[in-house]
């Protein structure tokens, strides 16, 4: 059951989003970010809309997993919703129950309000769909790298990400085995209260702590034997560089971003 | 002078948590001395806690002796500004392949050392490759390395020491926790390196079989070096090796057996083919 716990959501393919700079994939999704809030009205945010699905559609990714994204913020959607429909009281009446009312406002705000969360999900979960998490982790690595001049410490904060990746599969598979080793005890831990339950997890994680200190203590010396000295004088074996397309990429997202402004002072 | 050179060295661990004042420090060896000619191919036996991982671990500056000098290469292990060019000529293999993988893809943590020592990326892609090739991994060079076997895992981090080029490579047990052909694996890939590429190879293992394919084998036992000789020899002092808790390869066990019936047979073998080739010239 543990296994099915899934890190990251890269979806690997070939197709161009896959191929960008995640660099730019991350600028880009910045400037997403940007437009939607930007967007006041709902035709302006339409704009929006088109350009995620043209990019989901372009990234060749399954309807299914940009539903899938969604699927953990319902909660936060309906709260969104439900706010907003009742506590905007201005424009036309519609619906009057006890102190509850519900104006035109009221429901033109909410619906606003979900559509544009709704594409925040979509739209920002492409990224990590089409980057695989190594990708990700080196293009903030890079991206942050002029705050190495002010010593924040860039690239130890990206080689702990790249071991924390690397070592979550392993840790799964561990916790499964020590879980086992329990079960095999007698140790119960699927029913009982949840205090209970929640005291059954101690005798699986002190010998996963445990494990994990000695693991991390042997790659320590490993990576020692592999002349690792810290971030100064590395290089790296694949490099990011810009190519047209990257830059191609940019534009239309620009123009997407003029057009959201443009429609906003039709629309004021 | 010999590539791996110790001399009278000493060796003690450090306990700070201990309670008891004498515990504090654990000494392993002393004054012990110990070569490695370059392109020779050394097996280390020894029971646990004999000393044998500590020892092989001062040959590449993770520790450093107290006392005495390990010389590799020529320069001294205790001089802090040649430590990354004795890491870089001396590799190290460890034996839970899990532990000494870093990224997660198979071709980025061969890159590793490479990315650390600043090679220029084409470089680097170039000696990935190769050292993939040799190990027979290259397939394999886009997976994550938690998706591999084993034996597999455990090559791809001899093509992470391989790839520094290193002129030696230590291995400390790599093939305890292996199953039998993960093991069968990793050993045709140590010797392969050996006889066609000239690696010296210094090889920490409990298994008598695979002692016995190295030129040479040094049995230690707490903290001292009992036997150093060819396997050959090693393993005909069957009872002496018993004694100090190690085995035999089966079919020295075997030959010893026959002699003690007064069977007439060399003493001497330590192959499954030579062991046949010798029963059968009983029965001609």
Known sequence: MIKDITIGQFFPGKSIVHRLDPRMKIILTGIYIVLLFLAKSIFALLVGIIFMIGAFIISQIPIRLMLKSIKPIVPIIIFTAVLNLFFITTGELLFQFWIIKITTDGVKTSVFMVVRIICLIIGTSLLTYTTSPIALTDA???ILSPLKKIRVPVHELSMMMTIALRFIPTLIEETDKIMSAQKARGADMETGSLI???????PILIPLFVSAFRRAEELAMAMECRCYHGGEGRTRLKQLCTAPRDFAA???TALFLIGVIIINRIFS | MSFLYARNITFSYINDFDENESAKKTTVFRNLNFAVERGEFVAVLGHNGSGKSTLVKCFNGINIPEEGDVIVNGYNTKDEEHLL??????GMVFQNPDNQIVATIVEEDVAFALENMGVEPKEIRRRVDDALKTVGMYE???????KLSGGQKQRVAIAGILAMRPSCILLDEPTAMLDPNGRKEVLKTIK????????????ITHYMDEAAQAERVVVMDSGEIVMNDTPKKVFSRVEELKNIGLDVPQVTELTHMLIDEGVSIDSEIITEDECVEAIRALFN
């Open chain 2, 85 to 90: 060019d004795i890491r870089q000529s001396v």
């Open chain 2, 140 to 146: 394999y060079r886009e997976h994550a390395p938690h």
């Open chain 1, 250 to 252: 940019l534009f239309v």
């Open chain 1, 196 to 202: 209970k339950r929640a005291k059954a997890l101690i």
């Open chain 1, 140 to 142: 903030i690595e890079r």
């Open chain 2, 192 to 203: 392969m390196l050996n006889k066609e590429f000239g690696v010296t190879i210094v090889l």
